[in-house]
């Protein structure tokens, strides 16, 4: 089966492993007004802030090969879309950090690798910080499996890797035995779910299927028994690519994640979001049981206080200001589209600012409203996936989750893992502690309850925690959605099958491709019916600033972007649905593109 997916790995990157320009990798761009609190430190900051990801020790990243023969690092990734970072003595781009001290640190990733952008129009490149990047993880990913599994293939190919990992030309024997040993444990979970994660076709520049690869994660690589606590079998092939979303403005959302599963709004529930993702790309989670008790923290890399950072400068990112001229009058008239009824083409009601949620303490949020509007299904549909909960069986926090039966839904695992982690560490004061007993999993029959195994009860403070995920009966719903169309189950409060995210549209302009799935490639297009709309375009970073999105014309070697029509909805690549302004004259077309550029 790999062999087959290495394969594919190679078709499907060699050209992407020998472009640099997917999103253009000037280090000197002109960066985009965002608001005065969007300082050159706070930018600095956001490019760099440890989250709490591992992914590889760096000494072992700075010692791997390219395909070429060159150094891994050789380019700083900008091979695969990433942007440099000149203050990062280590060749890492944007978003990449190495943590711990000199000789020991591990690479991992933070917000900025896939939330911020340049684009070229006029000659000019803009850094949208941010925005949506033009990065292929799928070819990082296949990249880097491909070359550690070169490295352990045979003594030869991996003595010269130990020799730059232990800087020395003749390295102690053992020590080279040892080095070998983390190596292949490394590859051991890291190929794992590389062959049974990544589908076969890749995600394409700009797109991830963050929600099916956070739930392989910890579904797959972090609740099974040592010594490598996997459990393969709960791994499926993440084949729901969705565009980045933009970060300006999502703290105020009530809502969050493309489907809209997750309840947003104020710190403690930014920090549920933040602990979800960071699992996701690849913090360290092995939850253990000690009698009763399940600890979430016994070995768990999750960074908190830089969460909280990272979300505290994420407040600080406005959304970019367009750069180049707009036509007042035609700007004004377009607005007045915008804001008419939606029964005639108008768009506030689902993207305009509106009161949501009233979340602790007495704050305020923005309505996004999550409603089905005839686009791809593939992305909502992973919500019913469901895995062995492994060392969580059984595993639940007092009024806050419900057991977790054996074989249960990923999302309630998720959910499990992210509330407890959270409060175990809050109510520790930031440090593990055995008296911050948050979570049991009794054994069947047992009299144990919360009381006697001394659990503590969420406190106030934290009762938005409880209600971080909308997870009940989400697999019931799905089955009955997918026989009763986008009928919504009972008792559940996830929204109708296909239903997504509705934001703001502040700052839209900088955002293409658009739709969840990034399917279609500037805003003129989505005005057109869905048959209309292209089924295929390149993507890029060349910019145009009259249809609002992806230019035609791309580099040669950028990436091309095949999509479906409304006959395979499920494809995960439809550019079906949206169907509004779809019948407005080409002036008033015109007209409400030249607003949207103001927003």
Same mark, same amino acid.
């Given at each position: 089966?790999?062999?087959?997916?290495?394969?594919?790995?190679?078709?499907?990157?060699? *050209?992407?492993?020998?472009?640099?320009?997917?999103?253009?990798?000037?280090?000197?761009?002109?960066?985009?007004?965002?608001?005065?609190?969007? +300082?050159?430190?706070?930018?600095?900051?956001?490019?760099?802030?440890?989250?709490?990801?591992?992914?590889?020790?760096?000494?072992?990243?700075?010692?791997?090969?390219?395909?070429?023969?060159?150094?891994?690092?050789?380019?700083? !990734?900008?091979?695969?879309?990433?942007?440099?970072?000149?203050?990062?003595?280590?060749?890492?781009?944007? @978003?990449?950090?190495?943590?711990?001290?000199?000789?020991?640190?591990?690479?991992?990733?933070?917000?900025?690798?896939?939330?911020?952008?340049?684009?070229?129009?006029?000659?000019?490149?803009?850094?949208?910080?941010?925005? %949506?990047?033009?990065?292929?993880?799928?070819?990082?990913?296949?990249? !880097?499996?491909?070359?550690?599994?070169?490295?352990?293939?045979?003594?030869?190919?991996?003595?010269?890797?130990?020799?730059?990992?232990?800087?020395?030309?003749? &390295?102690?024997?053992?020590e080279v035995v040892d080095l070998r040993r983390q190596?292949?444990?490394?590859?051991?979970?890291?190929?794992?779910?590389?062959?049974?994660?990544?589908?076969?076709?890749?995600?394409? *520049?700009?797109?991830?299927?963050?929600?099916?690869?956070?739930?392989?994660?910890?579904?797959?690589?972090?609740?099974?028994?040592?010594?490598?606590?996997?459990? &393969?079998?709960?791994?499926?092939?993440?084949?729901?690519?969705?565009?980045?979303?933009?970060?300006?403005?999502?703290?105020?959302?009530?809502?969050?994640?493309?489907?809209?599963?997750?309840?947003?709004?104020?710190?403690?529930? @930014?920090?549920?979001?933040?602990?979800?993702?960071?699992?996701?790309?690849?913090? +360290?989670?092995?939850?253990?049981?000690?009698?009763?008790?399940?600890?979430? !923290?016994?070995?768990?890399? +999750?960074?908190?206080?830089?969460?909280?950072?990272?979300?505290?400068?994420?407040?600080?990112?406005?959304?970019?200001?367009?750069?180049?001229?707009?036509?007042?009058?035609?700007?004004?008239r377009g607005k007045a589209i915008f804001e008419s009824?939606?029964?005639?083409?108008?768009?506030?009601?689902?993207?305009?600012?509106?009161?949501?949620?009233?979340?602790?303490?007495?704050?305020?949020?923005?309505?996004?409203?999550?409603?089905?509007?005839?686009?791809?299904?593939?992305?909502?549909?992973?919500?019913?996936?469901?895995?062995?909960?492994?060392?969580?069986?059984?595993?639940?926090?007092?009024?806050?989750?419900?057991?977790?039966?054996?074989?249960?839904?990923?999302?309630?695992? !998720?959910?499990?893992?992210?509330?407890?982690?959270?409060?175990?560490?809050?109510?520790?004061? @930031?440090?593990?502690?055995?008296?911050?007993?948050?979570?049991?999993?009794?054994?069947?029959?047992?009299?144990?309850?919360?009381?006697?195994?001394?659990?503590?009860?969420? %406190?106030?403070?934290?009762?938005?925690?409880? +209600?971080?995920?909308?997870?009940?009966?989400?697999?019931?719903?799905?089955?009955?959605?997918?026989?009763?169309?986008?009928?919504?189950?009972?008792?559940?409060?996830? &929204?109708?099958?296909?239903?997504?995210?509705?934001?703001?549209?502040?700052?839209?302009?900088?955002?293409?491709?658009?739709?969840?799935?990034?399917?279609? &490639?500037?805003?003129?297009?989505?005005?057109?019916?869905?048959?209309?709309?292209?089924?295929?375009?390149?993507?890029?970073?060349?910019?145009?600033?009259?249809?609002? @999105?992806?230019?035609?014309?791309?580099?040669?070697?950028?990436?091309?972007?095949? *999509?479906?029509?409304?006959?395979?909805?499920?494809?995960?690549?439809?550019?079906?649905?949206?169907?509004?302004?779809?019948?407005?004259?080409?002036?008033?077309?015109?007209?409400?593109?030249?607003?949207?550029?103001?927003?």
């Open positions: 089966m790999f062999r087959t997916l290495f394969l594919i790995l190679i078709a499907s990157t060699f *050209v992407l492993t020998t472009r640099s320009d997917a999103q253009g990798t000037d280090a000197n761009p002109i960066y985009l007004d965002q608001g005065v609190g969007w +300082t050159a430190a706070a930018r600095a900051d956001f490019y760099s802030r440890d989250q709490g990801s591992r992914l590889i020790a760096l000494s072992w990243m700075q010692a791997l090969k390219q395909r070429n023969g060159q150094p891994f690092l050789a380019d700083g !990734l900008s091979r695969y879309g990433y942007l440099p970072n000149p203050a990062n003595t280590a060749n890492l781009p944007v @978003g990449f950090h190495a943590s711990g001290p000199q000789d020991f640190q591990v690479v991992g990733m933070t917000c900025s690798a896939c939330h911020t952008r340049q684009i070229e129009a006029d000659g000019n490149v803009y850094r949208v910080d941010g925005g %949506p990047a033009f990065v292929d993880f799928y070819a990082l990913l296949g990249d !880097l499996d491909k070359a550690v599994g070169d490295v352990i293939a045979s003594d030869s190919s991996f003595a010269p890797f130990a020799a730059a990992v232990l800087r020395s030309t003749t &390295p102690d024997a053992v190596v292949e444990g490394w590859y051991l979970r890291f190929h794992t779910l590389i062959v049974r994660a990544l589908p076969k076709t890749s995600w394409g *520049v700009g797109r991830l299927d963050a929600v099916g690869m956070i739930f392989n994660r910890i579904s797959g690589l972090d609740i099974g028994p040592p010594p490598d606590f996997m459990i &393969p079998e709960n791994m499926k092939t993440a084949d729901a690519p969705v565009r980045y979303p933009f970060l300006w403005n999502s703290p105020r959302q009530d809502k969050t994640q493309w489907p809209g599963f997750a309840n947003n709004g104020n710190d403690i529930l @930014g920090l549920a979001r933040n602990v979800g993702e960071v699992l996701g790309v690849f913090a +360290t989670f092995e939850p253990k049981r000690q009698g009763a008790i399940v600890h979430f !923290l016994d070995n768990n890399s +999750t960074n908190f206080d830089g969460l909280s950072e990272l979300e505290n400068l994420v407040k600080r990112i406005g959304p970019p200001k367009w750069p180049w001229k707009i036509d007042a009058a035609l700007a004004a009824d939606s029964a005639e083409a108008g768009c506030s009601g689902c993207h305009g600012i509106e009161d949501g949620e009233q979340r602790f303490p007495f704050i305020k949020t923005w309505r996004t409203p999550v409603e089905n509007v005839g686009t791809d299904t593939r992305e909502y549909d992973i919500l019913a996936w469901k895995a062995n909960t492994g060392v969580l069986k059984g595993a639940y926090i007092p009024f806050a989750t419900a057991p977790l039966k054996e074989n249960d839904e990923i999302l309630n695992i !998720l959910a499990t893992s992210v509330i407890g982690s959270i409060a175990e560490h809050l109510l520790a004061g @930031g440090a593990p502690s055995t008296n911050a007993r948050v979570a049991a999993a009794p054994d069947p029959g047992s009299s144990d309850t919360p009381e006697s195994l001394g659990l503590v009860r969420l %406190p106030p403070t934290l009762q938005d925690l409880l +209600t971080a995920f909308d997870t009940a009966s989400a697999s019931e719903a799905i089955k009955k959605a997918r026989r009763q169309g986008a009928e919504r189950a009972s008792h559940t409060r996830l &929204p109708p099958r296909g239903s997504y995210e509705a934001r703001v549209l502040q700052g839209i302009w900088a955002a293409a491709p658009y739709l969840h799935n990034g399917s279609v &490639p500037t805003l003129a297009e989505l005005l057109k019916p869905s048959g209309q709309r292209k089924s295929q375009f390149s993507v890029g970073g060349k910019y145009d600033i009259e249809n609002v @999105g992806l230019a035609a014309t791309q580099d040669p070697l950028s990436d091309n972007l095949s *999509v479906t029509d409304c006959s395979n909805i499920n494809s995960g690549n439809s550019r079906c649905g949206h169907e509004y302004g779809t019948s407005l004259s080409d002036q008033d077309k015109k007209a409400l593109l030249e607003y949207l550029k103001t927003l």
